[in-house]
């Protein structure tokens, strides 16, 4: 892989080692409404995901810091945050982001963080710099119930497609059933209980290989 040599030198940083300011956190939150309302089907929430489902999504997808994590639609970096806290180095997390502003910021937050702007649909191309990596774990923050369900399961199979074996994709969602349903000998489907410290409510759902 081209980019071996650069992510391996890379280390984790905590964001300076502090928690966003009061400052910062409306910020995030006018960054999300301001793109919510520009765009519902790349920002599918009004605020930035709470602190307890971040940490849900990462006991769930339990990574391996020895390898390599893919965000996908990481936004603020709520979920690159409890990676970091969870002790994955900033330079093992491939995070796909389509959107200008947050990728500029995950850029300035997470100096280590390896931010790839692309398609999240089409991870052929957006990870070609990454060509054989086998992920230990994949986060989405991504709005799946915002799009066809043809076009989610596309995107869920890709993932699933670049994982070590056994290895899971970690998605969370705000209705009441999964943006992709199991499919017998393909997909694996696994769900946790609501976590109401989030706004909205949210469900994380577990995808598998069987």
Same mark, same amino acid.
């Given at each position: 892989m081209g980019d071996a040599s650069r992510m391996e030198r890379q280390t984790g940083t905590?964001? $300076? /080692? *502090?928690?966003?300011s009061l400052a910062e956190l409306i910020r995030d939150e006018y960054r999300f409404v301001r793109g919510w309302v520009g765009n519902r089907k790349s920002i599918g929430a009004v605020s930035p995901s709470s602190r307890a489902l971040a940490r849900l999504m990462v006991k769930q997808a339990d990574p391996d810091p020895s390898g390599y994590t893919l965000e996908l639609g990481p936004g603020t970096g709520v979920f690159t945050q409890a990676l970091i806290d969870a002790g994955i180095p $900033? /330079? *093992?997390?491939?995070?796909?982001?389509?959107?200008?502003?947050?990728?500029?910021?995950l850029a300035?937050?997470?100096?280590?963080?390896?931010?790839?702007?692309?398609?999240?649909?089409?991870?052929?191309k957006t990870l070609a710099a990454y060509n054989g990596t086998r992920f230990?774990?994949?986060?989405s923050g991504l709005p799946l119930l915002s799009f066809p369900k043809p076009l989610?399961?596309?995107?869920?199979?890709?993932?699933?497609?670049?994982? $070590?074996?056994?290895?899971?994709?970690?998605?969370?969602?705000?209705?009441?059933?999964?943006?992709?349903?199991?499919?017998?000998g393909r997909i694996a489907v696994t769900k946790s209980k609501w976590v109401l410290m989030n706004l909205p409510p949210a469900r994380v759902w577990t995808y598998r290989r069987p």
């Amino acid at each position: 892989m081209g980019d071996a040599s650069r992510m391996e030198r890379q280390t984790g940083t905590r964001m $300076a /080692g *502090r928690s966003l300011s009061l400052a910062e956190l409306i910020r995030d939150e006018y960054r999300f409404v301001r793109g919510w309302v520009g765009n519902r089907k790349s920002i599918g929430a009004v605020s930035p995901s709470s602190r307890a489902l971040a940490r849900l999504m990462v006991k769930q997808a339990d990574p391996d810091p020895s390898g390599y994590t893919l965000e996908l639609g990481p936004g603020t970096g709520v979920f690159t945050q409890a990676l970091i806290d969870a002790g994955i180095p $900033a /330079g *093992r997390i491939i995070a796909v982001e389509h959107n200008d502003e947050f990728c500029r910021l995950l850029a300035k937050r997470f100096p280590a963080l390896n931010v790839v702007q692309g398609d999240a649909f089409d991870l052929d191309k957006t990870l070609a710099a990454y060509n054989g990596t086998r992920f230990s774990a994949a986060l989405s923050g991504l709005p799946l119930l915002s799009f066809p369900k043809p076009l989610r399961l596309k995107c869920v199979e890709a993932v699933l497609d670049r994982l $070590a074996p056994g290895r899971g994709m970690i998605q969370f969602s705000y209705g009441p059933n999964g943006p992709v349903e199991a499919i017998r000998g393909r997909i694996a489907v696994t769900k946790s209980k609501w976590v109401l410290m989030n706004l909205p409510p949210a469900r994380v759902w577990t995808y598998r290989r069987p």
